[in-house]
């Protein structure tokens, strides 16, 4: 349980921190294939990170 518990909370911190790194791609630009894949990638990464942190318990106030 405790593997879970640190994969959860690791997922909700990335997903926290991953906008971070949309920044630098705009800044690059999209108008390249490469840029434009790398920022759909950065995009499945943070969805998924978004669906499996949500859970922590961190994330809600009480």
Do not use: C, K
């Not at 921190?17 to 294939?33: E, H, I, N, Q, R």
């Amino acid at each position: 349980m405790r593997l879970r518990d640190a994969i959860t909370a690791a997922s909700f911190w990335v997903a926290t921190v991953m906008p971070l790194t949309y920044v630098p791609v705009f800044l690059l630009g999209l108008d390249s294939a490469f840029t434009f894949s790398l920022f759909l990638g950065l995009l499945v990464v943070n969805v998924v990170a978004l669906v499996v942190g949500h859970e922590y318990p961190g994330s809600r106030s009480t």
